[in-house]
């Protein structure tokens, strides 16, 4: 199977800046969704989990697949509507073949 009819999805990724709070604070910001041209991906889930001590949080393990030269980093998001994942470290570039990231769901 090519590459291209693997990846038979479409995200966005929301690439990372630096703003200012009202604090004078350095926070992440992200572009809003509907500003961001969505490309090809092939988006799945790895793992998922339950964390009860104290709360009762799920947390679901991503992983997506990129074309190669994809412009994505760790602090990235990424939308795949209407869910929002954040990278999880650097993404690797096997060969320079394609672009995969480890992602975690963070809202949708």
Same mark, same amino acid.
């Given at each position: 199977?090519?590459?291209?009819?693997?990846?038979?999805?479409?995200?966005?990724?929301?690439?990372?800046?630096?703003?200012?709070?009202?604090?004078?604070?350095? &926070?992440?910001?992200?572009?809003?969704?509907?500003?961001?041209?969505? &490309?090809?991906?092939?988006?799945?889930?790895?793992?998922?989990?339950?964390?009860?001590?104290?709360?009762?949080?799920?947390?679901?393990?991503?992983?997506?697949?990129?074309?190669?030269?994809?412009?994505?980093?760790?602090?990235?998001?990424?939308?795949?509507?209407?869910?929002?994942?954040?990278?999880?470290?650097?993404?690797?570039?096997?060969?320079?073949?394609?672009?995969?990231?480890?992602?975690?769901?963070?809202?949708?």
């Amino acid at each position: 199977m090519s590459l291209q009819r693997l990846l038979n999805m479409r995200v966005k990724v929301l690439r990372a800046t630096s703003t200012t709070d009202d604090y004078n604070n350095q &926070v992440p910001g992200y572009p809003d969704p509907a500003t961001v041209t969505a &490309v090809p991906a092939y988006l799945y889930q790895v793992a998922g989990r339950e964390v009860t001590t104290d709360r009762n949080t799920q947390i679901g393990d991503w992983q997506v697949i990129l074309e190669a030269g994809t412009l994505i980093s760790g602090g990235d998001r990424v939308f795949y509507a209407p869910m929002t994942f954040e990278v999880v470290g650097p993404p690797r570039r096997p060969k320079d073949r394609y672009v995969q990231a480890t992602l975690r769901h963070v809202s949708g």
